[in-house]
């Protein structure tokens, strides 16, 4: 199949963008690297009357630190991030996640932006930002707002951005030496989407914890009270049968295969995050 026919529109300004989008009355769809809009227009699942491609934005392709964070531009490819082009990514554990994502094809192509705005519950940056407790920073003709990464999502392919509204920028937190990351999923085959994934994220200098199940048919879905247990508690509060409750406890009509792969990937990720291993040096 062939997409339907719209109008295109190629800007370099964010303002431009925000612009045509506000005028297309919600018929308006931005797009970046295609690797996502792309395939739905051409299987008609989406219709726009009008394309925005921001991918030519220079504003949407900058990467900086500001103060215990970084803020990566919208623009900024999946590869570009596993590659470490830019500085403050080089030790960032968002490379790790990058380098796992789709193909080497796709990842040359998509953003970051573009995979947050379109929100399909299986996708990495989905569940690995929230549990980074990452920020969204949105533009529109009304000004800026910032969106926690756990909130952007309201369900399968819908987010709380409105129709005239342009994801800008992603800030995400810099690694400290406190910090401890992992994440982990299930895929038939490398490449494909996940059917369950998980990421954790610890960091005491700042207090944060945080266990996050992905590719769960909707919002990625925040285990605070296992976090909180086992940052409180250590590898005591992670036992299999205390994770396996938590997965239970979240996932509540899922059946016990997929309550498995969910548990598995919760272990995994804690596994990778080397935390446990701190703790007994530290013991």
Sequence with gaps: MKAPRFAYTRVLEVGDALAVLAAGGGAAKAMSGSQSLGPMLNLRLARPAH??????ISGLRTVRR?????????????AEIEDGVYEPLIAHPMREVARGIAYRAIRTRGTVGG?????????????????????IVAKSPRGERTIEAD???????TTVLESDELI??????????????????VCRKPGEFAEASAAVYFDSTHSRARIVLGAADGPPILLEELAADIAARGTGAAGREQLRAAVRTALPERDALDLKLFTACVARALD?????????KAE
Excluded: N
């Design 151 to 157: 909130a952007l999502m309201l369900g399968a392919y």
């Design 115 to 135: 995979s947050l705005a379109h929100a399909d519950p299986a996708a990495d940056w989905v569940v690995t930002l929230a549990a980074l407790g990452a920020r």
């Design 168 to 185: 800008v920028s992603v800030v995400v937190p810099s690694e400290t030496p406190t910090s401890y990351w992992g994440y982990h999923k």
């Design 272 to 280: 990778q995050c080397g935390i446990f291993a701190d703790l007994k």
């Design 51 to 56: 394309v925005v491609d921001v991918a030519g």
């Design 66 to 78: 500001k103060e215990g964070w970084v803020e990566i531009g919208a623009a900024i490819t999946h």
